[in-house]
Protein backbone atom coordinates (compact mmCIF):
# COMPACT_ATOMS: atom_id res chain seq x y z
CA UNK A 1 0.00 0.00 0.00
CA UNK A 2 1.55 3.36 -1.33
CA UNK A 3 -0.44 5.55 1.07
CA UNK A 4 -1.93 7.26 -2.06
CA UNK A 5 -5.68 6.97 -2.67
CA UNK A 6 -7.62 6.65 -5.90
CA UNK A 7 -11.44 7.09 -6.17
CA UNK A 8 -13.65 4.92 -7.84
CA UNK A 9 -11.58 2.00 -9.07
CA UNK A 10 -13.46 1.40 -12.05
CA UNK A 11 -15.83 3.99 -13.72
CA UNK A 12 -17.80 3.14 -16.73
CA UNK A 13 -19.40 5.88 -19.12
CA UNK A 14 -20.29 7.14 -22.32
CA UNK A 15 -18.97 8.66 -25.38
CA UNK A 16 -19.48 12.78 -24.84
CA UNK A 17 -20.04 12.45 -20.71
CA UNK A 18 -18.08 13.88 -18.10
CA UNK A 19 -16.49 12.07 -15.21
CA UNK A 20 -14.50 13.27 -12.38
CA UNK A 21 -11.67 10.89 -10.78
CA UNK A 22 -10.27 11.51 -7.63
CA UNK A 23 -6.80 11.14 -6.09
CA UNK A 24 -5.70 11.79 -2.26
CA UNK A 25 -2.08 12.16 -1.39
CA UNK A 26 0.16 10.72 1.05
CA UNK A 27 -0.06 12.44 3.95
CA UNK A 28 2.83 15.09 3.71
CA UNK A 29 3.09 14.73 -0.12
CA UNK A 30 2.78 18.17 -1.42
CA UNK A 31 3.17 16.91 -4.94
CA UNK A 32 0.45 15.05 -7.23
CA UNK A 33 0.77 13.67 -10.60
CA UNK A 34 -1.58 12.37 -13.01
CA UNK A 35 -0.95 9.48 -15.57
CA UNK A 36 -2.90 8.08 -18.30
CA UNK A 37 -1.86 4.25 -19.21
CA UNK A 38 -3.73 3.00 -22.36
CA UNK A 39 -2.96 -0.34 -24.29
CA UNK A 40 -1.50 1.74 -27.17
CA UNK A 41 0.04 4.66 -25.54
CA UNK A 42 1.38 3.28 -22.31
CA UNK A 43 2.07 5.30 -19.46
CA UNK A 44 2.00 9.15 -19.85
CA UNK A 45 2.63 11.70 -17.48
CA UNK A 46 -0.55 14.36 -18.07
CA UNK A 47 -0.23 17.07 -15.31
CA UNK A 48 1.40 18.02 -11.67
CA UNK A 49 0.39 20.14 -9.12
CA UNK A 50 2.16 21.29 -6.04
CA UNK A 51 1.00 22.58 -3.42
CA UNK A 52 -1.75 23.95 -5.41
CA UNK A 53 -0.44 25.77 -8.21
CA UNK A 54 0.25 23.75 -11.64
CA UNK A 55 3.97 22.84 -11.73
CA UNK A 56 4.33 20.62 -15.08
CA UNK A 57 2.03 19.36 -18.14
CA UNK A 58 2.48 16.25 -20.27
CA UNK A 59 0.51 15.30 -22.69
CA UNK A 60 -3.02 16.41 -21.55
CA UNK A 61 -5.70 16.77 -23.89
CA UNK A 62 -7.91 20.41 -23.57
CA UNK A 63 -10.76 18.73 -22.96
CA UNK A 64 -8.98 17.34 -19.53
CA UNK A 65 -8.29 19.16 -16.82
CA UNK A 66 -6.76 19.27 -12.83
CA UNK A 67 -6.74 21.09 -10.04
CA UNK A 68 -5.17 20.58 -6.65
CA UNK A 69 -7.04 21.56 -3.26
CA UNK A 70 -6.00 23.81 -0.32
CA UNK A 71 -6.04 20.22 1.63
CA UNK A 72 -3.71 19.17 -1.20
CA UNK A 73 -6.45 16.14 -3.32
CA UNK A 74 -6.54 16.49 -6.39
CA UNK A 75 -9.03 16.00 -9.19
CA UNK A 76 -8.95 15.51 -12.60
CA UNK A 77 -11.90 16.07 -15.01
CA UNK A 78 -12.07 14.47 -18.29
CA UNK A 79 -14.94 15.67 -20.47
CA UNK A 80 -16.57 15.29 -23.69
CA UNK A 81 -15.19 11.47 -23.40
CA UNK A 82 -14.47 9.26 -26.33
CA UNK A 83 -13.47 5.89 -27.04
CA UNK A 84 -10.09 6.40 -27.04
CA UNK A 85 -10.28 7.70 -23.47
CA UNK A 86 -10.53 4.37 -21.89
CA UNK A 87 -7.78 3.66 -19.71
CA UNK A 88 -6.23 3.26 -16.59
CA UNK A 89 -5.50 6.72 -14.88
CA UNK A 90 -3.27 6.57 -12.27
CA UNK A 91 -2.23 9.67 -9.59
CA UNK A 92 1.56 9.82 -8.05
CA UNK A 93 2.53 11.92 -4.85
CA UNK A 94 5.74 12.76 -3.43
CA UNK A 95 7.57 15.15 -1.24
CA UNK A 96 8.97 18.27 -2.76
CA UNK A 97 12.57 18.81 -1.23
CA UNK A 98 13.02 15.19 -1.24
CA UNK A 99 16.45 14.52 -2.60
CA UNK A 100 15.10 10.63 -3.50
CA UNK A 101 11.83 12.51 -5.17
CA UNK A 102 10.24 9.16 -5.39
CA UNK A 103 7.07 9.11 -6.69
CA UNK A 104 4.42 6.88 -4.69
CA UNK A 105 1.19 5.74 -7.08
CA UNK A 106 -2.26 4.85 -6.18
CA UNK A 107 -3.80 1.76 -7.54
CA UNK A 108 -5.32 3.49 -10.64
CA UNK A 109 -8.93 3.99 -11.73
CA UNK A 110 -10.07 2.57 -14.97
CA UNK A 111 -12.25 4.12 -16.85
CA UNK A 112 -14.29 2.58 -19.36
CA UNK A 113 -16.14 4.63 -22.69
CA UNK A 114 -18.62 2.91 -24.11
CA UNK B 1 15.36 13.47 -20.30
CA UNK B 2 17.43 10.96 -22.02
CA UNK B 3 16.11 8.06 -23.74
CA UNK B 4 16.55 4.33 -22.83
CA UNK B 5 16.66 0.86 -24.63
CA UNK B 6 15.72 -2.02 -22.84
CA UNK B 7 14.67 -5.37 -24.53
CA UNK B 8 11.12 -6.06 -24.96
CA UNK B 9 10.85 -9.37 -22.54
CA UNK B 10 13.44 -11.52 -20.52
CA UNK B 11 12.73 -14.64 -18.28
CA UNK B 12 14.25 -16.11 -15.24
CA UNK B 13 13.76 -18.84 -13.20
CA UNK B 14 12.65 -18.55 -9.34
CA UNK B 15 15.85 -18.54 -7.47
CA UNK B 16 18.33 -17.16 -9.86
CA UNK B 17 19.10 -13.45 -10.16
CA UNK B 18 17.52 -11.15 -12.83
CA UNK B 19 19.69 -9.18 -14.80
CA UNK B 20 17.71 -6.20 -16.23
CA UNK B 21 19.82 -4.35 -18.59
CA UNK B 22 19.38 -0.11 -20.00
CA UNK B 23 21.06 1.55 -21.99
CA UNK B 24 21.32 5.73 -21.54
CA UNK B 25 24.16 6.57 -23.86
CA UNK B 26 23.17 10.03 -24.38
CA UNK B 27 22.66 10.26 -20.69
CA UNK B 28 23.91 14.01 -19.49
CA UNK B 29 25.55 14.88 -16.42
CA UNK B 30 22.81 15.99 -14.29
CA UNK B 31 20.81 12.88 -14.87
CA UNK B 32 20.11 10.00 -12.98
CA UNK B 33 19.00 6.63 -13.54
CA UNK B 34 15.61 5.52 -11.95
CA UNK B 35 14.31 2.17 -12.27
CA UNK B 36 10.71 1.60 -11.16
CA UNK B 37 8.45 -1.82 -11.78
CA UNK B 38 4.89 -2.49 -12.49
CA UNK B 39 2.89 -5.68 -11.30
CA UNK B 40 0.03 -6.46 -14.11
CA UNK B 41 -2.25 -3.24 -13.36
CA UNK B 42 -1.04 -1.70 -10.39
CA UNK B 43 0.10 1.36 -10.00
CA UNK B 44 4.16 1.37 -10.93
CA UNK B 45 6.45 0.97 -7.73
CA UNK B 46 9.82 2.27 -7.36
CA UNK B 47 12.68 0.26 -6.82
CA UNK B 48 16.02 2.28 -6.92
CA UNK B 49 18.23 5.16 -8.41
CA UNK B 50 21.41 6.13 -9.04
CA UNK B 51 24.19 8.49 -10.44
CA UNK B 52 27.35 7.06 -11.61
CA UNK B 53 27.81 4.84 -8.13
CA UNK B 54 26.40 1.56 -7.78
CA UNK B 55 23.72 1.23 -5.16
CA UNK B 56 22.25 -1.32 -3.55
CA UNK B 57 18.57 -1.17 -1.12
CA UNK B 58 16.57 -4.13 0.41
CA UNK B 59 14.65 -4.49 -3.18
CA UNK B 60 17.81 -4.75 -5.38
CA UNK B 61 21.12 -3.58 -6.79
CA UNK B 62 21.85 -0.77 -9.82
CA UNK B 63 24.90 -1.14 -11.60
CA UNK B 64 25.56 1.64 -14.06
CA UNK B 65 28.27 1.95 -16.46
CA UNK B 66 31.56 4.17 -16.34
CA UNK B 67 30.75 5.90 -18.57
CA UNK B 68 27.16 5.89 -17.25
CA UNK B 69 25.70 4.89 -20.41
CA UNK B 70 24.46 1.79 -19.82
CA UNK B 71 22.95 0.00 -16.61
CA UNK B 72 21.59 -3.17 -15.34
CA UNK B 73 18.91 -3.56 -12.47
CA UNK B 74 19.71 -6.82 -10.38
CA UNK B 75 17.34 -8.91 -8.33
CA UNK B 76 19.52 -11.04 -6.81
CA UNK B 77 16.71 -14.13 -5.84
CA UNK B 78 13.98 -13.63 -8.10
CA UNK B 79 10.57 -15.03 -6.81
CA UNK B 80 7.00 -15.23 -8.91
CA UNK B 81 5.65 -12.02 -7.36
CA UNK B 82 8.88 -9.98 -9.15
CA UNK B 83 6.40 -10.76 -12.33
CA UNK B 84 6.32 -7.42 -13.77
CA UNK B 85 7.28 -4.87 -16.11
CA UNK B 86 10.81 -2.74 -15.46
CA UNK B 87 11.13 0.40 -16.46
CA UNK B 88 14.54 2.70 -16.83
CA UNK B 89 14.22 6.06 -16.77
CA UNK B 90 16.61 8.84 -16.79
CA UNK B 91 15.82 12.25 -15.38
CA UNK B 92 17.12 15.37 -14.11
CA UNK B 93 17.41 15.17 -9.86
CA UNK B 94 14.82 17.81 -9.71
CA UNK B 95 11.67 18.16 -7.89
CA UNK B 96 9.86 19.66 -10.66
CA UNK B 97 11.04 16.72 -12.98
CA UNK B 98 8.23 14.48 -14.27
CA UNK B 99 8.69 10.67 -14.84
CA UNK B 100 8.60 9.89 -19.03
CA UNK B 101 7.79 5.95 -19.35
CA UNK B 102 9.00 4.06 -22.12
CA UNK B 103 7.88 0.53 -23.26
CA UNK B 104 10.60 -1.08 -20.54
CA UNK B 105 10.91 -5.07 -20.21
CA UNK B 106 8.37 -7.71 -19.07
CA UNK B 107 10.29 -10.09 -17.04
CA UNK B 108 8.85 -13.06 -16.37
CA UNK B 109 9.37 -15.41 -13.52
CA UNK B 110 8.67 -19.06 -13.76
CA UNK B 111 8.92 -21.82 -11.24
Known amino acids: DSGVTQTPKHLITATGQRVTLRCSPR?????VYWYQQSLDQGLQFLIQ???????AKGNILERFSAQQFPDLHSELNLSSLELGDSALYFC?????????????FGPGTRLTVL | DAKTTQPPSMDCAEGRAANLPCNHS???????VYWYRQIHSQGPQYIIH???NNETNEMASLIITEDRKSSTLILPHATLRDTAVYYC????????????FGKGTMLLVSP
Open chain 1, 92 to 104: ASSVMGDPYNEQF
Open chain 1, 27 to 31: SGDLS
Open chain 1, 49 to 55: YYNGEER
Open chain 2, 26 to 32: TISGNEY
Open chain 2, 50 to 52: GLK
Open chain 2, 89 to 100: IVRVHSGYSTLT
